[in-house]
């Protein structure tokens, strides 16, 4: 029997231990997907620097998280700290290399700081990928193709790529980010239990 004991004790441990390490990541994973929605709800809404916090919140947690980081690539794009979005950007596809939001986003600064041919490729590819995932929806007034088309013919005509056409493909990337990120089946699977969302945009975010 106590042979029996002096085996038993070090399972019954490693099996305690266990559970809590599990239970703890759970509470991280937890904590991570409603403060990225958080995020999200904010940037859908216009409120970049409401998004910060749970942004930062999440990184902190876990520096290689790629919701996280497109996120806040997205942001500092637009608040208008290009070397930011690029960080951000850059650790995203270094977990997740096929990230069409990354991408397209490392190719929308490009083309603000000049770079017009890597940043129209870049772009296009993240389309590609885009619409290979979700061929259907997301519709915006003028689609990417037909901006990146206007792009190239001024390109080609040996002018600069125009500030309208930049803004328009911008405007149009952030809809397609926001269709991929917050359709019904995307919500319903990644989301459902762990947000609780209120008629006044608010909802339940557990500490």
């Known amino acids: 029997m106590e042979k029996g004991k002096k085996y038993f004790t070090p399972f019954l441990l490693l099996f305690f231990f266990g559970s809590i390490s599990l239970t703890a990541c759970s509470r991280v994973a937890y ?3 409603n403060l990225n929605y958080e995020a999200k709800y ?3 809404i216009g409120d970049l620097s409401g998004s910060l916090p749970p942004l930062q ?4 947690m876990n520096p290689k998280d790629v919701d996280a980081n497109v996120t806040m690539a997205q942001v500092q794009y637009r608040l208008g700290d290009l070397k930011k979005a690029e960080k ?3 650790q995203a596809r270094s977990v ?4 069409f939001r990354a991408l397209g986003i490392l190719g929308l600064i490009d083309l603000r700081q000049g770079r017009y041919a890597r940043g129209i490729a870049r772009v296009a590819k993240a389309m590609e990928t885009f619409n290979a995932i979700e061929p259907v929806g997301g519709n915006t007034p003028v689609e990417p193709k037909a901006i990146l088309k206007n792009m190239r013919a001024e390109l080609k005509s040996g002018q600069k790529v ?3 056409l930049i803004r ?5 990337f952030w809809v397609k980010i926001q269709w991929y990120e917050f359709d019904e089946e995307y919500r319903k699977w990644h989301f459902h239990s762990f947000y609780d969302p209120r008629p006044d945009g608010g909802g339940t975010f557990p500490k």
């Open 31 to 33: 904590r991570s997907a």
């Open 42 to 44: 904010r940037v859908s």
């Open 57 to 60: 919140e999440v990184l902190k």
């Open 88 to 90: 951000y950007a850059r």
């Open 96 to 99: 997740a290399p096929d990230d």
């Open 162 to 164: 125009s500030p309208n």
């Open 168 to 172: 328009q493909l911008e405007d149009a």
